[in-house]
């Protein structure tokens, strides 16, 4: 038999996976807490019984969604570390795996980019604080591989890491939304060519 903190979680998740969608169908003003408990098969005080308000369930949905894709970006550079692939690689098999996260959770990344840019949300320091806890993990990346001489020492570190996830994001939302019927194979490669040219290429290297 589940146990109660297995109980919980998987309530927490029906309720993130319920709350995620219809803020993305309708906003984050308009959707309820009774839509929230009847889109996710609960009573409304499940809803209150396990987040405070609709405020705090949000805020914990981004933050539970950005640590997710946090890491699921370290164990991809991980796993490359372990079979020998140098920090470029490293950095094409990070953005593998950003493009299959947000393959699998394409309504959580639009809302993360539409509060992006709001400034007035309660949770806003908390996204800023998540967001960069995965950038850090590009970031981390990049400077070792500035330190191992892969690339050149000219890159600015923060913001090409901030660039890469930004491309990722953007592009993996374009794809999503408006070339669906490309496979995630043909979005990776793109990006993996431009990547590896502007990037991880010869041109960056010094001396090249």
């Given at each position: 038999?589940?146990?109660?903190?297995?109980?919980?979680?998987r309530?927490?998740?029906?309720?993130?996976?319920?709350?995620v969608?219809?803020?993305?169908e309708q906003?984050?003003?308009?959707?309820?807490?009774d839509?929230?408990?009847?889109?996710?098969?609960?009573?409304?005080?499940?809803?209150?019984?396990?987040?405070?308000?609709k405020?705090v369930?949000?805020?914990?949905l981004?933050?539970d969604?950005i640590?997710?894709?946090?890491?699921?970006?370290?164990q991809?550079a991980d796993?490359t570390?372990?079979?020998?692939?140098?920090?470029?690689?490293?950095?094409?098999?990070?953005v593998?795996?950003?493009?299959?996260?947000?393959?699998r959770?394409?309504?959580?990344?639009q809302?993360?980019v539409?509060?992006?840019?709001?400034t007035?949300r309660?949770?806003?320091?908390t996204?800023?604080q998540v967001?960069?806890k995965?950038?850090?993990?590009?970031?981390?990346?990049?400077?070792?591989?500035?330190a191992?001489?892969e690339?050149?020492?000219?890159?600015?570190v923060?913001l090409?890491?901030?660039?890469?996830?930004?491309?990722?994001l953007?592009?993996?939302?374009d794809?999503?939304?408006?070339?669906?019927?490309r496979?995630?194979e043909?979005?990776h490669?793109?990006?993996?060519?431009?990547?590896?040219?502007?990037?991880?290429?010869?041109?960056c290297?010094?001396g090249?």
């Open positions: 038999m589940d146990s109660s903190s297995t109980r919980r979680g309530t927490r998740r029906r309720l993130f996976e319920a709350a969608t219809l803020i993305a906003g984050f003003s308009s959707t309820t807490v839509e929230i408990a009847e889109r996710a098969g609960v009573a409304k005080g499940t809803v209150y019984y396990n987040f405070a308000s405020t369930l949000f805020e914990e981004l933050r969604g640590e997710l894709l946090t890491v699921s970006l370290r991809a796993d570390a372990a079979r020998g692939g140098g920090r470029v690689d490293a950095l094409d098999a990070m593998r795996a950003g493009l299959d996260f947000i393959a959770y394409p309504a959580l990344m809302l993360y539409a509060e992006l840019w709001r007035n309660a949770w806003q320091s996204l800023m967001r960069q995965a950038i850090a993990v590009i970031e981390g990346v990049l400077a070792e591989a500035v191992e001489g690339l050149s020492p000219e890159i600015d923060p090409t890491a901030s660039a890469l996830f930004g491309m990722v953007v592009a993996a939302l794809w999503q939304s408006f070339q669906p019927e496979s995630v043909d979005v490669a793109a990006l993996s060519r431009l990547l590896q040219g502007r990037v991880g290429g010869h041109a290297r010094p090249g």
